[in-house]
């Protein structure tokens, strides 16, 4: 089955390619992705595979396995939307569109889960079982598009006979022909923290006169670190981060007000709710103190993304056997969020990471960044490897 897999790859390996460089050279934001939703629709229009629109701009391809009658369900997810960043890399697909850009690699998902379906359809007489493919727009934006897409209804209520929701992210810090996972809890939940606190602005030579929200704010985002320092389990990560500060005054002007913003992440939900009240009660009390008022917004985003441990050792067995044990590696946690979290609470998920990075081409730029880049013989293992995952896991079944 190895092998013929691979030469399935390698004859659907230049479309893949095509396919992720139409992506990158047209993205488009979170639930924006009208022309990248059109493109995938005709692409499995021609591939002969059944579907439906989601969440507006997002997609559900089905496949119906013909060796047997069968229940068992397996569902693949790619995410599809770009984000709001000018690209500097230079090449014949380069982005288009000024301002926006595929700098998480979102066009090679979307692109390897079409090739991927394409497979599947040409062995559909391989398998017993449903394939599911979601392609799933706004997985950049809180509160997801996989939020849209579990609300839709439109995939199976969870049962025995689903084996599975299955998904990858590209890696820059691993080489191409690495995979890691990890099982159990592997990413972290994501949530908003705004804030403006409002004192009273002055002459930035008469203090005494004023309410200066600038040391307040400095006051209390250092303060806040003790929520994390000395509330939070040692064994729980946890990060509490403020990455905008805007004070619109001057070297002699104290201003009225302060905005914020922040984040916090943690791999744990008990510990999540807890932080999130302590923040809102910091935030509320320490600039009345000082005679400040405060407008907060907290913004719940991602839960923890949880590797279901069964069906990850399931899915790293499969994956060692596809591309070589020595090539799949037991990542650690990754404080970075995903929407793919949803699916792993509703059903048994695994998410894992397929290497892109090439030093020998100078490939290895970390997402989010303008010269993110992404070496495509990775697509060698990441459709095989979904390919290959996904029939054992129907194989196991029966």
């Known amino acids: 089955m190895i092998e013929k897999i691979r030469q399935l790859v390698s004859e659907v390996k230049d479309e893949a390619s095509f ?62 939307d770009a984000l709001p960043i000018t690209e500097e890399n230079v090449a014949d697909y380069t982005s288009q569109h000024i301002g926006v850009m595929h700098a998480c690699g979102h066009d090679f998902h979307t692109a390897n889960l079409l090739a991927v379906l394409k497979i599947l359809k040409a062995l559909e007489h391989d398998f017993a079982g449903t394939v599911i493919g979601i392609f799933q727009p706004a997985e ?77 704010t400095a006051q209390l985002i250092l303060s806040l670190q003790q929520i994390v320092s000395r509330f939070a389990n040692p064994s729980i990560p946890s ?41 809102a009660k910091h935030v509320k009390e320490l600039p009345a103190i000082y005679g400040a008022t405060v407008e907060l917004e907290i913004r719940r985003g991602y ?5 279901d441990p069964k069906l990850a050792g399931t899915v790293s067995t499969y994956l060692k056997e596809f591309v070589a044990p020595d090539n799949v590696e037991s990542t650690g946690i990754w404080m970075a969020a995903e929407d793919f979290a949803y699916y792993s609470h509703r059903y048994q998920s695994c998410f894992y990471l397929i290497g892109i990075a090439n030093p020998d081409k100078e490939i290895g730029s970390a997402l989010h960044t303008p010269t993110f880049q992404i070496d495509e013989d990775a697509f060698d293992y990441a459709i095989g490897g979904m390919v290959y995952t996904t029939l054992k896991l129907f194989e196991k079944a029966l």
């Open 19 to 80: 396919n992720r460089q139409y992506f990158h050279k047209f993205p488009e934001l979170s639930f924006q992705e009208y022309n990248t939703c059109r493109y995938i629709k005709e692409l499995l229009r021609t591939y002969n595979i059944s579907f439906e629109r989601v969440a507006e701009t997002g997609v559900i391809a089905k496949i119906v396995g013909k060796k047997a009658d069968s229940e068992q369900t397996v569902i693949l997810r790619a995410d599809i």
């Open 140 to 216: 950049e934006k809180i509160p997801g598009g996989a939020v849209s897409v579990l609300a839709s209804q439109k995939l199976p209520i969870p049962h025995q006979n689903i084996k599975g929701v299955i998904g990858l992210h590209v890696s820059p810090d691993l080489e191409v022909g690495k995979i890691g996972l990890r099982l159990g809890n592997f990413m972290a939940s994501s949530d908003e923290i705004y804030f403006t606190i409002r004192g009273k602005g002055g002459h930035g030579a008469q203090p005494h006169l004023n309410i200066d929200p600038v040391v307040i």
């Open 239 to 279: 990060v509490l981060s403020f990455g905008k500060v805007i004070a619109s005054g001057a070297t002699n002007v104290i201003p009225g007000e302060v905005y914020v913003e922040g984040t916090f992440r943690t791999m744990d939900e008990h510990w999540r709710s807890q932080a999130l009240e302590l923040i």
């Open 303 to 307: 839960p923890v993304l949880i590797n």
